[in-house]
């Protein structure tokens, strides 16, 4: 036998009749759902004669139980205050739209089915076999999936609660989440999903179906009815706009959006780069929830190393550099593919580093392809700039191209005491150049127990070289690489920045070297951008709800 099972249809007629029509064209001869019939769209009272004509057989999910008893709440099992702001929004318009006869019919519904079809066993529940709330994930571990299987032990278990379709193996149950009819999962698409299964001719096998349905007319039921904009949204972009905070950190991480913009840190304020503040996508407009990509928790500016090795071997170095360092170096076709991906992917800065850039034999002309199409940060220790290097750098001061470089101390002495002797006069002479050249730098100060009292004094010399203030800035001396001592940062300490090297992505530019930090390696080389921030994203929320609170940033640039 062929069965088809949906759930959720949350008030949405036109899911459901379409799942009506689409499971029988498949030879689906008995049709059933796992409940919760109210809870997101406008029209509930429309799914009672689509459920009763075509004998859909039904088991009670929470929304239903809540409604036959008149409940205050819909008993969701959301734990945040937010998302419980948005869940009884539209519990309350649920509670008022049903007839007395289908809320009193809902309470007859039984709320887990047990039978044996074909020969096999199979056990239907709304949330799982624990709880008809329990959001029965599918990124949870392996052990809670054995909990689950193991509480039923039955053949096949089918589930919905979550929204989100999937399903595997355990051990000798198949386990389906058939997701949901009244909202898309979440991944861009408006078709909603549910679940084709067969049960006879050998081992029971499942189907996720995805199912187009009239969503225009949905939405548009939903707007007549004065449901929030953000709740249309969905059905019309297949992206979730509310009840984020119960979404595991591998799940929230595929969506589009993944904070809700009240939680955003008013503090947090990009750095001014000389080239005005940039708007993101992700704070634009007014809607309540945003990425988590282009906010202050995971900024808009890609950082790529061009090479490692490096004409200093500063004690300090976060990265290991030195002129022993394997270079490493980005070659020029990748970095060029590289930049327009960035371009593609959203992010609104570039901040190239190393090791020492202008030691990379193209580096010119790497910094001309990524400054015509992005603001552009360069990283160097300013020895280098001489002759046609020099020259040909001069050419791009009309571009939106800043160049940083580091002095920590008002002195040689203080200076050259962590950069080598000699590198304090190197980098001032530099900065004068940088400065007849166009290209007056930003400077940043690396502060140890040697040069803290030396800050004042720096920021006076570089003022009267004709630095503005707010090109100077001090940033902390970090424990990675070469150093052994300084500022603990790691996944579940610090804001993510997304790098690109040789070797692959990384979380932050002070841990980009996979030799001294191998734990801020995200994936290989050949990683496309936009994997890169998902896989930022899901570790974010997994350092984050570990205990509950958001990292602060470390600031490696200006």
Same mark, same amino acid.
């Given at each position: ?12 007629? &036109? ?31 429309? /799914?009672?004669?689509?459920?009763? @004509? ?32 948005? =869940?009884?929004?539209? &519990? ?46 599918? +990124? ?11 509480? !039923?032990?039955?053949?096949?278990? /089918? ?23 009244? *909202? ?47 709740? =249309? ?71 790529? &190393? ?17 002129? *022993? ?10 970095? $060029? ?47 280098? /700039? ?13 571009? *939106?191209?800043?160049?940083?470089? +580091? ?5 040689? $002495?203080?200076? @050259?005491?962590?950069?080598?002797? #000699? +590198? ?56 990675? #690489?070469? !150093? ?36 801020? $390696? ?32 470390? $600031?490696?640039?200006?």
């Amino acid at each position: 036998m062929r069965i088809a099972v949906c759930g959720g249809p949350y008030g949405n007629p &036109y899911a459901l009749q379409a799942f009506v029509d689409d499971a029988r064209a498949r030879g689906a001869e008995r049709l059933f759902c796992l409940g919760d019939l109210g809870g997101f769209g406008a029209d509930i009272d429309a /799914l009672w004669p689509i459920l009763t @004509d075509n004998a859909v057989e039904c088991v009670a999910g929470n929304y239903d139980v809540a409604i036959a008893r008149g409940d205050t709440d819909c008993g969701c099992g959301y734990r945040d205050p937010k998302d419980n702001e948005y =869940a009884q929004l539209i &519990y309350d318009h649920t509670l008022a739209t049903p007839h007395r006869d289908f809320a009193a019919w809902m309470g007859t519904l039984p709320t887990e089915r047990r039978e044996t079809i074909d020969g096999v066993d199979i056990h239907m529940v709304h949330g799982s076999t624990l709880a008809l709330n329990d959001f029965w994930w599918e +990124s949870l571990p392996e052990e809670q999936h054995r909990l689950r299987a193991e509480a !039923s032990g039955a053949d096949v278990v /089918l589930c919905t609660h979550s929204g989100l379709p999937w399903q595997r193996r355990i051990g000798d149950t198949l386990a389906v989440n058939v997701g949901v009819l009244g *909202k898309p999962a979440n991944d861009g698409r408006r078709e909603v999903w549910y679940a084709i299964l067969d049960l006879s001719d050998g081992p029971v096998t499942a189907e996720l179906i995805p199912l187009a349905y009239d969503w225009q007319a949905q939405a548009r039921s939903m707007h007549a009815a004065g449901l929030p904009e953000i709740f =249309a949204e969905t059905i019309e972009t297949g992206w979730w706009t509310t009840c984020l905070e119960i979404l595991p950190p591998r799940e929230r991480s595929r969506g589009r959006y993944h904070l809700y913009r009240s939680t955003l840190p008013s503090g947090f304020r990009p750095a001014n780069d000389g080239w005005g503040e940039t708007t993101t996508d992700a704070l634009a407009g007014e809607r309540p929830v945003v990425p988590l990509f282009g906010t202050a928790y995971f900024p808009s500016r890609l950082w790529i &190393y061009t090479n490692f090795h490096c004409n200093l071997a500063c004690d300090y170095c976060a990265v290991a550099s030195s002129p *022993k360092a394997a270079p490493r170096t980005l070659p020029t076709d990748t970095f $060029h593919a590289l930049v327009d991906e960035a371009v593609q992917a959203g992010f609104t800065e570039l901040y190239l580093t190393g090791g020492e850039p202008f030691l990379h034999p193209d580096i010119v002309a790497l910094l001309d392809h990524a400054s015509a199409q992005l603001p552009t940060v360069v990283m160097t220790n300013a020895m280098l /700039l001489r002759g046609r290097r020099a020259a040909d750098l001069a050419d791009l001061a009309d571009r *939106k191209l800043t160049v940083q470089t +580091s002095l920590d101390g008002a002195t040689a $002495h203080t200076h @050259d005491l962590h950069r080598g002797a #000699g +590198s304090w006069q190197r980098t001032l002479d530099g900065i004068r150049h940088l400065i007849d050249l166009g290209l007056p730098p930003r400077v940043a100060l690396t502060e140890t127990p040697e040069n803290t009292h030396e800050v004042p004094a720096v920021a006076e010399l570089l003022a009267g070289l004709g630095l503005p203030a707010d090109h100077f800035a001090v940033r902390p001396l970090l424990r990675r #690489g070469f !150093s052994d001592t300084g500022v603990e940062i790691g996944e579940d300490s610090s804001i993510p920045e997304l790098t690109v090297t040789a070797d692959g992505l990384h979380w932050h530019p002070a841990g980009a070297d996979l030799g001294t930090s191998p734990d801020l $390696h995200l994936a290989p080389a050949g990683t496309p951008l936009a994997t890169g921030q998902q896989l930022v994203t899901e570790r974010f929320f997994t350092a984050r709800l570990t205990d509950g609170t958001l990292p602060r940033p470390v $600031h490696c640039a200006i």
